[in-house]
C-alpha cells in the first residue's frame, strides 16, 4: 500500500492559495495519486487525481514532481467553505479500488 | 436528488443487538464500498461490492456482514453489537471496480452509530 505523509494542520488566508503538501515516497509506478476532502460532519468528496502529470479541474490544482515521491494540492483561491480536512490518498495495492486514509490535514481558511 | 444516501442517519443502541444500515445509489455505478471512521477520525475501507459481488473484505469481525440485493443497494448488518462498534459508518460508490485509474468514489452523508 502506499503510505502517505501529510501536515496535520495548516492555516490560510481567505482569498490566497492554500498550498497543501503530501509525500507518497513508496508510490509504485502506476499508481494513482488522489485528493479527497471532509468538510466537518460530511461524506468524504472527491477533489482531483493524477499519476505523473500536472492536472487541474475546477476544485484545484495537483502539482506532482517528476520523481513522483510528493504532490501539493492548489486551492487557487481559498474560502471559508474550504475549511475541512484534506486526504492525499495512495491506493491499495494493485489498484483495487481501496483508498487508503491517512490522517489528512486539516485545512483553516481564516477571513 | 441524492446521490448517495444512508439510512437511517443517527442510531443509538444498547449492547448486543442487531441492527442494519442501508445504503441506496441512483448513479448507476457498479461498485459499492463501506466505510468506518471511528473517534480519531481515521477512515478505514471495510468491504466493496461490484455487481453484487463482493471483491473488497479488510479484516473485519464477521458480526459485520455486508448484503447487496443489486447493485444500486448495499447494506451493512451488524450482529451482537460492542462499545468499539460506535463510529460514523459511509457508504460509497463507484463507476468501475478500481484499476487505474481509480474511479472516483462517491460518499454518503453517513450513519453516527453509538452502542451504549
Known amino acids: 500500500d502506499a503510505k502517505t505523509t501529510q501536515p496535520p494542520s495548516m492555516d490560510c488566508a481567505e482569498g490566497r492559495a492554500a498550498n497543501l503538501p503530501c509525500n507518497h515516497s513508496t508510490i509504485s509506478g502506476n499508481e494513482y495519486v488522489y485528493w479527497y476532502r471532509q468538510i466537518h460532519s460530511q461524506g468524504p468528496q472527491y477533489i482531483i487525481h493524477?499519476?505523473?502529470n500536472n492536472e487541474t479541474n475546477e476544485m484545484a490544482s495537483l502539482i506532482i514532481t517528476e520523481d513522483r515521491k510528493s504532490s501539493t494540492l492548489i486551492l487557487p483561491h481559498a474560502t471559508l467553505r474550504d475549511t475541512a480536512v484534506y486526504y492525499c490518498?495512495?491506493?491499495?495495492?494493485?489498484?483495487?479500488?481501496?483508498?487508503?486514509f491517512g490522517q489528512g490535514t486539516t485545512l483553516q481558511v481564516k477571513p | 436528488d441524492t446521490a448517495v444516501s444512508q439510512t437511517p442517519k443517527y442510531l443509538v443502541t444498547q449492547m448486543g443487538n442487531d441492527k442494519s444500515i442501508k445504503c441506496e445509489q441512483n448513479?448507476?455505478?457498479?461498485?459499492m464500498y463501506w466505510y468506518k471512521q471511528d473517534s480519531k477520525k481515521f477512515l478505514k475501507i471495510m468491504f466493496s461490492y461490484n455487481n453484487k459481488e463482493l471483491i473488497i473484505n479488510e479484516t473485519v469481525p464477521n458480526r459485520f456482514s455486508p448484503k447487496s440485493p443489486d447493485k444500486a443497494h448495499l447494506n451493512l448488518h451488524i450482529n451482537s453489537l460492542e462499545l468499539g462498534d460506535s463510529a460514523v459508518y459511509f457508504c460509497a460508490s463507484s463507476q468501475g471496480r478500481g484499476g487505474p485509474p481509480q474511479e472516483t468514489q462517491y460518499f454518503g452523508p453517513g450513519t453516527r452509530l453509538l452502542v451504549l
Open positions: 490518498i495512495g491506493p491499495g495495492a494493485g489498484n483495487t479500488g481501496k483508498l487508503i
Open positions: 493524477g499519476l505523473k
Open positions: 448513479l448507476g455505478h457498479d461498485t
